[in-house]
């Protein structure tokens, strides 16, 4: 892992304090032993250890010559310092699952900074990205866990592997909140996202709306499903909201569902590739490209460039990044889903104040949750977030009003004039 890739924010001080160790209450002043008052050793050794509980006496901060302790179980007794489930916890872990998506990077770890230090006073964050690969995230969260990380927040690169980490956070006391993809463990603490299934199904419902044009002018119903990775729940989600909207017109002859395929990891270029093959396939003859997110699109619409036939096929897209938009503006891509990512981070920094006050977290998922698709498995206390559909008639009254896109951004190498936005 590049350096770069974990950044680590100034820590404060005083967060992990391991269960007593009963050898070092014996730092009573020795002065008291040689003047041989034994009602005094008495209180001192007793006060000692009242004020050590109570994180108050100095040398409790692994800095006296007893064994110093950081781990963050709990000690049998209960008489603890140790932060258990968040209770006190400033000291948050971010893992992120990979980099190929605008998102990740540049709005959700930015904004999952600024809001867990605003909803939490002198919180600090150890931020990784996993660059796509499970394994390195199980390192990473490891790390954070044996640096005394007290609450994890885990988008998880796969959806069934990322149950491990749950597992060693589980054995510290620590809480895994998922952030925007489900993790498949019981001991989820929460979950904060988006509806999914909602997500998929915007974006086939934008092609049971629009597909007739498409379809006469390209001569073909021939139709393109490119999902994203099936460790990632999330697009397992993506695609069931699709097919809901898509099925009954390939059921109806409407559509033909020539090419269906999951991408390994969200890969753009496997994305791209997938493109190519399905137009070669089929001698080019392509109305509809069901694409799951922008970062894919953009690549489906690099190979439909190669062969003429961008902003004649129909594509579809998610999460409303700058290049996204600038292919709805350039008419490459019809539509985006707008998921607005200041709302996801900032309802996850709220589950994480309550953790830290030791509120419970019911008052903000009012009860909701999220059933893991497996089977004997339960369901997760749940914040879901409404997407919202994008096409270049709504990019002002959405993307641009919210300030989650800017015009110069979008703009940027366009002509003046262009959707009726660009100066
Ligand atoms: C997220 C999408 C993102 C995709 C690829 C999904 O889990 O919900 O917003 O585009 O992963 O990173």
């Avoid at 004020?51 to 692994?62: G, M, V």
């Avoid at 867990?116 to 990473?140: H, L, S, W």
């Avoid at 395929?261 to 969200?266: H, N, S, V």
């Avoid at 392509?286 to 619409?301: E, L, P, Q, R």
Wanted: with cysteine; proline share 4%; aromatic share 6%.
């Amino acid at each position: 892992m590049p350096d770069r890739d974990r950044q680590r924010l100034p820590e404060t001080v005083d967060q992990q304090i391991g269960p007593v160790d009963a050898s070092r209450t014996q730092k009573s002043p020795n002065f008291a032993i040689i003047i041989g008052i034994p009602l005094l050793l008495l209180v001192l050794v007793g006060g000692s250890i009242l004020l050590y509980t109570n994180d108050i006496f100095p040398f409790s901060k692994n800095s006296s010559g007893g064994k110093s302790n950081t781990s963050n179980k709990s000690n049998s007794s209960g008489n603890t310092g140790a932060i258990v489930n968040g209770r006190g916890c400033t000291k948050i872990g971010v893992l992120l699952p990979e980099a190929t998506t605008a998102r990740w990077e540049n709005k959700d770890y930015p904004l999952l900074v600024a809001a867990i230090t605003k909803a939490v006073p002198g919180a600090t964050v150890d931020y990784n990205n996993a660059q796509g690969f499970a394994d390195i995230q199980q390192t990473q969260a490891q790390t954070d866990l044996t640096n005394g990380d007290c609450i994890l927040v885990l988008a998880p690169v796969d959806s069934i592997k990322s149950s491990s980490i749950v597992a060693a956070a589980k054995a510290k006391g620590v809480p895994v909140i998922a952030y925007d993809r489900l993790i498949y463990s019981n001991d989820t603490n929460s979950y904060v996202s988006f509806d999914g299934v909602a997500v998929g199904k915007l974006q086939g419902d934008y092609i049971a709306a629009h597909y007739q044009s498409y379809v006469t002018a390209n001569g073909t119903p021939n139709t393109v499903v490119i999902n994203g990775a099936k460790e990632d729940n999330n697009a397992l989600l993506f695609s069931k909201g699709a097919h809901q909207a898509l099925d009954p017109l390939f059921s109806s002859g409407a559509l033909k569902n020539i090419y269906e395929k999951f991408t390994r990891g969200w890969i753009n270029a496997t994305a791209q590739a997938e493109m190519q093959a399905a137009l070669l396939a089929n001698s080019n003859n392509i109305a509809i490209a069901y694409v799951a997110n922008d970062s894919m699109a953009n690549s489906v619409i690099a190979a439909l460039k190669a062969v003429n036939l961008n902003g004649k096929v129909l594509v579809t897209g998610q999460d409303a990044t700058v290049a996204g938009i600038q292919n709805i503006l350039k008419g490459d891509q019809a539509m985006t889903v707008y998921k607005a990512f200041t709302k996801e981070a900032s309802a996850t920094a709220q589950v994480i104040a309550a953790l830290s006050a030791g509120t419970g977290i019911t008052s903000l998922t009012s009860g909701a949750t999220t059933q893991i698709p497996l089977s004997g498995y339960g369901s997760i206390p749940s914040i879901l977030e409404t997407p919202v559909v994008v096409d270049k008639t709504k990019i002002q009254s959405t993307v641009i009003a919210d300030n989650f896109v800017t015009v110069s951004d979008i703009c940027a190498g366009l002509p003046s004039g262009t959707g009726g936005i660009c100066p």
